[in-house]
């Protein structure tokens, strides 16, 4: 199994709503990530978690929150979003077999979100 | 500071033809780059990669070169097919795992 997976793959919510996007990687990866992708852009980095710790948060807003209840598993909680935050959200993961987190990413498909 | 760009947003190319995707970066510390495949409504794919160590690595049609003299990389794809339609993306791999992606080129295969 080569495959990460996201749901939902579509998700429409108001600036009030308390939402989650999910994904999961059953390669045993050690390392898993959260991305933004605007229309036209490339993907820009937002969190990595590494053996199930954040090691990395690119100065995300608050209203984003990561967890990582196991190695499979990646949440990104959503609370009191802006309309500029509709984007694709990208998941992804890498064996991270040294704790460097140079090694290929995999890319989940998304979530396309919209808030409005 | 820190950059992963491309020369030209849009390349178009008759079937059949060899493609060549450009990518300029600016850290002449950075070692590991990648390139991606981004289909419409799809998560990127991985294509090829290559680290600082080589400066040519082939794959099946595909063939990255890096050139570390003049910071440069470029994905040279052969027998362009219609199937290679999509936004390619070269990316620098940093410590950590953070991922710094070019702005992308927009291949359009014509028939």
């Known amino acids: 199994d080569t495959e990460v997976t996201q749901t939902p793959k579509h998700l429409v919510m108001g600036m009030t709503n308390k939402k989650s996007l999910k994904c999961e990687q059953h390669m045993g990866h050690r390392a898993m990530y959260w991305y933004k992708q605007k229309a036209k852009k490339p993907p820009e980095l937002m969190f990595v978690y590494s053996y199930e710790k954040l090691s990395i948060n690119e100065s995300v807003p608050s209203r984003f929150s990561p967890e990582c209840p196991n190695s499979s598993l990646l949440n990104l909680h959503l609370h009191a979003l802006q309309p500029e935050d509709s984007a694709l959200y990208l998941c992804?993961?890498?064996?991270?077999?040294?704790?460097?987190?140079?090694?290929?990413?995999?890319f989940g498909p998304g979530t396309r979100l919209t808030v409005t | 500071g820190e950059s992963v760009g491309l020369h030209l947003p849009t390349l178009s190319v008759q079937e059949g033809d060899n493609s060549i995707i450009n990518c300029a970066y600016s850290?002449?510390?950075?070692?590991?780059f990648i390139w991606y495949k981004q289909e419409s409504g799809k998560g990127p794919q991985f294509i090829i990669d290559i680290r600082s160590n080589m400066d040519k690595r082939q794959g099946q049609r595909v063939t990255v070169l890096l050139n570390k003299t003049v910071k440069h990389l470029s994905l040279q794809i052969a027998a362009t097919q219609p199937g290679d339609s999509a936004v390619y993306f070269c990316a620098e791999n940093q410590y950590g795992g953070k991922l710094i992606f070019g702005q992308g080129t927009e291949l359009s295969v014509k028939p």
């Open positions: 992804a993961s890498s064996q991270d077999l040294n704790g460097q987190g140079v090694d290929e990413q995999y």
């Open positions: 850290n002449s510390a950075s070692d590991y």
